[in-house]
């Protein structure tokens, strides 16, 4: 198997097979010549990109492409192995992202590791597998999207998953390891196991946690998720390697021929009915940033965290105008014809058409970006860039939310190993400056710490947003943070429902520079409290029973670090969690929303977003799980709607 890419050329019944680069897979060809239209069009071939495809062609009279920009892995020991797990983050199959400077912190940009693959983040991320709390998808349906609530999701976690328990009852028992069948699924696609070794110093952490009052939670996937947890992986239980979008939701279905997928092209905007280009680029340039990726040499490698760009020639806007007036979500209806796509910045862009829909799976990132750049997004933004608009929809870009984590460095004699001993932490079990916390945020001015200049409406939104994080923060059975164990000496530390909100906005016309990610961080000081006592009560933990055998030396934070010193710590070693999130919210327009329940785009009639970006607020949890059945629930309503077997 190789890498390839395409020089494509659409508009036409099919490609001479000798114009194209092909990828065999177990047969069947990837890459193989397009048709001249579909019925829909997937931007993005990750964990919901695939998904949602592969659903769709269930049905033998309905074809779908899906377009990645990424290439397909080859099935490197580095992506299938769980001892390389975080390996791969800044190699060939990463975005190579970056953040702005975070002045809020140290003034320094971050890398932003997201997947550029068949397969997406599933093919990078840490493999861990859990949904988050009841409290929050039933605080996504209290936010005005019926139907999203815990009750609504679980058929949907359970269809993506073949839930294997653990091989012995006895590692079971000494590990904690419980789980309920009736919220496990049985046939799903995607194999949740768990590894065929545990690493002894898990015991100790959860010993210590229960010492100091916090429980071990029965199930980790049952909606209840506050506490320790040995929560599983996305792991084949056979053959102990990972279990992704690519080698779960399309390798077992190449061989319909409904099942489209290329690869190495990237989508430079969504088509839409009597809209010209806002550029033409028949003969780019070559030169500058030829393929989207970062490249301001903030990049390398950092694995997980668990331890202590160039520009392109101007394009012409002069040669064709988009006849399009601006238009409001509330009263518009615009209806989406197809993409267009090239290779790279100096190829010819070429365009395809969707008959049904298009379906932007890019990630919450790009999806975003793919907005902007296509007219739908804050008016001020897109005219800054000179894009006409197409549709004036404050919410894209903004509203964006990540798990910012804090490494920790507590060498003792651990071994290292998969990051699968976690505890989801309420803050009042672990704090006695709790309630003087949640006094602070609850008076807080919801203005007071967002991006100057927001529109109403988004201010109107996040203020019931704050509402429900205030009230969760209060509670003892809802994570504010999480403890992630490597069994390396790292306790690192993460919020989980952060109150600040950062925004992913375009910084050019050109399609092939990365977006302007900025997700502010810490800017609004809850998240740094919480920070702070979950430091601190690393220390307890390390000071009980259970954990003073492992002779753990404090080393990052050390034990005598006041709160100037660990602010200090938090501010050099804040990283993402690599789950950016929020940036095309399921809300009302008044709120502040880019897509409705259904997940179409506010004034679009034939556009949906199916990815991280749509959530309104992120739950506790790593997020594949919960990707695959945002997806597998779009899936069903899309099929639903068009009357799909």
């Not at 750049?373 to 000179?386: N, Q």
């Not at 019931?464 to 000496?489: D, F, H, M, P």
């Amino acid at each position: 198997m190789y890498r390839s890419r395409l020089a494509l050329t659409t508009f036409a019944a099919c490609l001479p097979f000798s114009a194209l680069s092909v990828v065999h897979i177990h047969g069947r060809d990837l890459n193989a010549p397009l048709l001249d239209s579909y019925d829909y069009i997937v931007v993005g071939c990750g964990i919901s990109g695939l998904v949602v495809t592969n659903r769709l062609t269930e049905d033998p009279s309905v074809n779908v492409l899906c377009i990645e920009a990424g290439d397909p892995d080859r099935y490197e020991p580095i992506i299938q192995d769980p001892v390389y797990v975080g390996a791969d983050i800044g190699g060939i199959y990463d975005w190579l992202l970056s953040t702005t400077p975070q002045t809020q912190l140290d003034g320094a940009p971050r890398p932003m590791p997201q997947g550029k693959v068949l397969g997406g983040g599933s093919i990078l991320n840490a493999m861990c597998w859990n949904r988050g709390g009841q409290d929050d998808y039933n605080a996504w349906a209290a936010l005005g999207n019926p139907g999203w609530d815990w009750e609504g999701m679980l058929p949907y976690f359970i269809k993506s998953e073949t839930y294997t328990p653990v091989y012995s009852a006895d590692i079971a028992r000494e590990y904690s390891i419980n789980y309920n069948p009736l919220v496990h699924g049985t046939s799903g696609p995607v194999q949740v196991s768990y590894p065929r070794y545990f690493y002894p110093q898990s015991t100790n952490l959860f010993a210590a946690l229960n010492y100091l009052g916090v429980p071990t939670e029965f199930d980790p996937n049952d909606g209840s998720s506050a506490g320790a947890a040995f929560v599983p992986s996305d792991l084949d239980p056979i053959n102990q390697t990972r279990s992704d979008a690519r080698r779960t939701y399309y390798d077992p279905y190449v061989s319909r021929s409904n099942f489209h997928v290329i690869t190495g092209q990237h989508v430079t905007r969504v088509l839409i009915e009597g809209v010209g280009s806002n550029y033409v680029v028949d003969n780019p340039t070559p030169g500058g940033n030829e393929d989207g990726n970062g490249m301001n040499g903030v990049t390398s490698n950092e694995g997980f965290g668990f331890g202590p760009g160039g520009s392109t020639p101007a394009l012409d806007n002069s040669t064709t105008t988009r006849m399009l007036r601006r238009q409001s979500p509330s009263t518009s209806n615009l209806r989406i014809t197809g993409v267009e796509f090239a290779a790279s910045a100096s190829d010819t862009r070429r365009a395809i058409t969707a008959t049904r829909e298009v379906i932007i799976a890019a990630g919450s990132l790009h999806s975003a970006q793919l907005l902007q750049l296509s007219g739908i997004g804050p008016s001020s933004l897109l005219d800054s860039f000179g894009i006409p608009i197409a549709l004036d929809l404050p919410g894209v870009g903004n509203n964006l939310q990540d798990h910012c984590l804090v490494g920790t460095f507590y060498p003792c004699p651990w071994t290292a190993g998969s990051p699968n001993a976690l505890a989801f932490n309420p803050l009042p079990l672990i704090s006695n400056n709790s309630a003087s916390i949640l006094s602070g945020a609850n008076d807080q001015d919801p203005i007071a710490f967002l991006p100057a200049g927001l529109d109403p409406t988004l201010v109107a939104g996040y203020t019931l947003q704050k509402q429900s994080l205030v009230r969760r923060l209060a509670e003892t059975n809802v994570a504010s943070y999480e403890i992630i164990n490597n069994n390396a000496g790292s306790l690192t530390v993460a919020v989980m429902h952060p109150f600040s909100r950062g925004q992913c906005y375009i910084h050019s016309a050109d399609p092939f520079e990365p977006p302007s990610i900025d997700p502010r961080w810490l800017t609004n000081p809850v998240d740094r409290q919480v920070l702070i006592e979950a430091l601190l009560f690393n220390r307890q933990i390390l000071a009980t029973p259970a954990m003073v055998p492992l002779q753990a030396a404090q080393f990052v934070p050390t034990v005598d670090d006041d709160v100037d010193a660990l602010n200090r710590i938090i501010n050099t070693g804040v990283r993402t969690e690599f789950h950016p999130s929020g940036t095309c919210a399921m809300l009302p327009l008044e709120q502040g929303g880019v897509v409705d329940p259904h997940l179409r785009v506010h004034g679009a009639q034939n556009l949906r977003v199916v990815d991280a970006g749509i959530f309104p607020m992120i739950p506790a949890a790593h997020l594949q799980a919960v990707v695959y059945a945002v997806a597998e629930k779009v899936s069903a309503r899309i099929g639903l709607h068009h009357g799909l077997r």
